[in-house]
């Protein structure tokens, strides 16, 4: 279990504006006072569908958008409160990358250009050092030297993820934030990339929050895992313990949906309805509106976050769960 003193990172109810577009003076709250701790070496998958918040999250936590609350705690220091110098030299140990591999890197630049940039940009080693840390970097993320001479629109989908995991290596960080970094590569150009961030934990040392609404990816990948509804973290624990045992009704969807190449398994059962809209959330629990197994408090009061007990595992204690099905008082 990840005690904030051990923790790496440590985001503390932190919570995500953006301006109306409706006409309204109400902002859109597009994360809501979220909570999670990710160590040292750990990969953290944050899973959920599309509009629950999970890329604002991370890009809250490098500062692309601004946090409306909370803190994010790096090593024991607050990224939203740091100074420029202090918050530069954070941002050579965290990386970001991003879901649009080609987009992310310049059209005009060769790799060797894109992955000489950020050492520059840092001053890591001397110019003479650089260009070996260049080809040691490609290395790394299994690509041949050869790939420094050319341009990202001359590269597949997997090499140019592989770039862009290169560039976000060469700095030697400690953690690496992975928005979607594998949704629009073919299955098996996913598990050679999947394989691949699992090389870069273990031989170097690097934690991941992992960004996904690919379940059969995270269950693969991560070791703890957070899933996120309407800006809220609705369930997170141990990733076996999780998908074993699945406590919150929309982690049971989740996993029901997911198609298996097996005749003899159930048909994927697709979750009905529509997401709400952030900039009208529903009262009590925010998923009650298309929730299987809501009843009486699920509308009116808010689930608090409760322990989910009597399960065979020692890591049952990091598993925990928002849902009024959960409360001692409920049963």
């Not at 809209?277 to 197994?293: A, I």
């Amino acid at each position: 279990m990840t005690t904030p003193s051990s923790a790496l990172l440590s985001i503390r109810n932190l919570s995500v504006d953006y301006p109306s577009t409706a006409g309204s003076h109400v902002p859109l709250r597009a994360v809501r006072g979220v909570s999670l701790e990710i160590a040292p070496a750990e990969i953290y998958g944050l899973v959920g569908e599309s509009g629950s918040g999970k890329t604002s999250l991370a890009h809250a936590v490098v500062q692309l958008v601004a946090p409306a609350a909370g803190q994010a705690l790096f090593r024991g220091s607050d990224l939203f409160t740091m100074n420029k110098s202090a918050l530069r030299a954070a941002r050579r140990d965290i990386q970001l990358v991003f879901q649009d591999s080609l987009a992310s890197l310049s059209p005009r630049r060769t790799v060797r250009q894109a992955l000489l940039e950020p050492l520059d940009h840092f001053r890591i080693g001397s110019p003479a050092e650089r260009p070996g840390q260049v080809m040691a970097s490609l290395e790394t993320v299994g690509l041949e030297p050869a790939m420094a001479n050319r341009y990202p629109q001359e590269l597949s989908g997997g090499q140019r993820q592989r770039v862009a995991l290169a560039r976000a290596v060469i700095t030697r960080p400690k953690l690496i934030i992975a928005d979607e970094p594998v949704s629009s590569l073919d299955a098996r150009v996913q598990s050679r990339i999947v394989r691949l961030i699992n090389n870069l934990r273990e031989n170097l040392g690097i934690a991941f929050l992992f960004v996904s609404h690919d379940l059969v990816v995270v269950r693969e990948l991560a070791d703890t895992v957070g899933v996120m509804y309407l800006g809220k973290l609705v369930e997170t624990g141990p990733a076996q313990v999780l998908f074993a045992q699945p406590a919150h009704p929309y982690t049971k969807s989740l996993l029901q949906a997911v198609p298996v190449a097996d005749p003899r398994h159930p048909r994927p059962r697709v979750l009905g309805g529509e997401q709400p809209s952030p900039l009208t959330p529903p009262s009590g629990c925010v998923f009650h509106m298309r929730c299987p197994e809501a009843f009486g408090p699920c509308s009116a009061d808010k689930p608090s976050e409760t322990v989910v007990a009597g399960q065979e595992s020692s890591q049952t204690c990091d598993h925990k769960v928002r849902c009024h099905k959960w409360n001692p008082e409920n049963k």
